[in-house]
């Protein structure tokens, strides 16, 4: 825990929440409530959380704000670990400082250690816990299978898994691949697997049963961007002026007319060892 943090008043601190950019939506007491990129307080409910965590040990993997370990801990969590890389160590981002300022205004006993995905294993972050928390990490994964197992590693019972799925029309296990940004310009982004990807993975890396809750997020499209235009294409338009832009939108059409079922969306899983 920052000492700066650690030894402010709770008072000075509630009063400097508004002034801080947050991404999870977190609910301080007294009215006070962070305002989130992430409607995190509404989305709570899609992320298919036990009603009672009551006498387990949770792991939060990808933890940023901690709003999921301060929800686990309210549903009677003995042992909370939140764990996260990435966001923690981004230059100039807040997310750290603001975990540690909700952990203190709340005052919940929760650990915390720094740790990315690809080196968690019982001996970093001190055993295997009840129930692995594994929400919005995996499509950022360039190896979403390595990831899985090592969050198998460190599951005793249960792992609740939330991330963006894609190719949902297609019959067999497949995910697609975000090149470059073209997932919402974030170029973090890696694969949105499928339902049958997702359950396949799971237990290939040593979970013995799969549930898969019906998609919270859907969308008739495939969730990343079209690959624009070819260069040339554009270019010969370019060349052809009002002519060749009339030529072109009927070369290349916008989008064509989506289907009737979901290609992406976002969905929930749990895996049992």
């Not at 997310?95 to 915390?112: P, T």
């Not at 190896?143 to 005793?156: E, F, H, I, K, N």
């Not at 979970?207 to 969308?219: D, G, H, I, M």
């Amino acid at each position: 825990m920052s000492v700066d943090i650690a030894e402010r008043d709770i008072d000075e601190l509630r009063a400097e929440v508004p002034g801080r950019r947050w991404f999870h939506t977190i609910d301080l007491g007294d009215g006070l409530v962070t305002d989130g990129y992430d409607d995190t307080i509404a989305k709570t409910r899609h992320m298919q959380l036990p009603a009672t965590l009551n006498g387990k040990t949770v792991l939060d993997i990808g933890a940023y704000e901690g709003a999921f370990s301060f929800e686990a801990k309210r549903r009677g969590a003995e042992r909370v670990l939140a764990t996260d890389s990435f966001v923690w160590e981004w230059p100039d981002d807040p997310s750290r400082q603001n975990f540690e300022m909700a952990r203190r205004i709340l005052g919940l006993d929760i650990e915390d250690q720094r740790v990315r995905v690809e080196d968690l294993t019982p001996d970093v972050v001190g055993g295997t816990f009840d129930v692995v928390l594994f929400l919005g990490v995996l499509y950022h994964a360039l190896d979403p299978l390595g990831y899985l197992a090592r969050m198998r590693s460190v599951t005793a019972e249960m792992a609740i898994i939330e991330t963006v799925v894609d190719m949902l029309h297609v019959e067999v296990p497949a995910a697609a691949y975000y090149a470059s940004d073209s997932l919402n310009g974030d170029a973090s982004n890696c694969f949105g697997p499928n339902a049958g990807a997702m359950e396949g993975m799971l237990l290939d890396v040593g979970f013995s049963r799969v549930e898969a809750f019906e998609p919270w997020v859907v969308n008739r499209w495939y969730a990343a961007n079209l690959v624009p235009p070819p260069v040339g294409l554009v270019a010969r338009a370019r060349r052809l002026g009002s002519t060749g832009l009339d030529w072109l939108s009927h070369h290349v059409s916008d989008r064509p007319t989506p289907p009737p079922f979901p290609r992406s969306g976002r969905m929930t899983f749990h895996a049992y060892v």
